[in-house]
Every structure is written in C-alpha cells, then in structure tokens.
Nanobody
Framework: QVQLAESGGGLVQAGASLNLSCVASERMGELYDMAWFRQPPGLEREFVAAISRFGSSKRYGVAMDRFSISRDNAKNTLSLQMNNLRPADTAIYYC???????????WGQGTQVTVSS
C-alpha cells in the first residue's frame, strides 16, 4: 500500500507562487500516471494535471498556462509548480497515483491552498 503525503500549501496573495510536493512512501517509479486534483470550497473535486510514469507525457485540466507538473521517481516525489495564483485557485490539493492504468488507487490527505485577493 503506497502512502502519499502532500505539503507546500499555505495562504498567499494573488500573483504569488507555490510549489506543492507529494512524497510517496515507496516505489513511485512503479506507478503509472501520477496526478494532482483539487477541491474548491463547496465544489466537487476537479482534475488539475497528470504526468506519465517516466514523465514523457503531461496533461492539464486547469491553469495549464500557470501550473507545471513534474515527478522525480528516484526521490519518490511529485511536484506542482503554481505561478500567478488567483483566488479561484483556492482549494484543497490532492495527489494521486495509478497502480494500474486508468485507476487512481492511492490518494494523499491533501494540502490547503488559499489565495487572497
């Protein structure tokens, strides 16, 4: 059972940057896609970005011009660089990983990002 732990969230002003990290307890290099989702207050969880097993393919659901996803399998770490943050980016951000293609089997507890205007 892979455990995921996010960090790097916080309270920032609009226009600031944050770098979120997600550390896997083990074998992140054996997982398929890794991804970030977010859940804004009172809304459903939404897809943010995903990256393939060896980083050759990336997909973005929101803010593709401001966010960048990366992974370092050697360090069991998934990252999300977020630039020019906006109040609409306020959400709990979760990382997740695929044990088998198409199924996100593991989820972290989330990290809160709050952007003030």
């Amino acid at each position: 059972q892979v455990q995921l732990a996010e960090s790097g969230g916080g309270l920032v002003q609009a226009g600031a940057s944050l770098n979120l990290s997600c550390v896997a307890s083990e074998r992140m290099g054996e997982l398929y896609d890794m991804a970030w989702f977010r859940q804004p207050p009172g809304l459903e969880r939404e897809f943010v970005a995903a990256i393939s097993r060896f980083g050759s393919s990336k997909r973005y659901g929101v803010a593709m011009d401001r966010f960048s996803i990366s992974r370092d399998n050697a360090k069991n770490t998934l990252s999300l660089q977020m630039n020019n943050l906006r109040p609409a980016d306020t959400a709990i951000y979760y990382c997740t990983g695929e044990e088998t293609p198409g199924q996100y089997a593991y989820w972290g507890q989330g990290t809160q990002v709050t952007v003030s205007s």
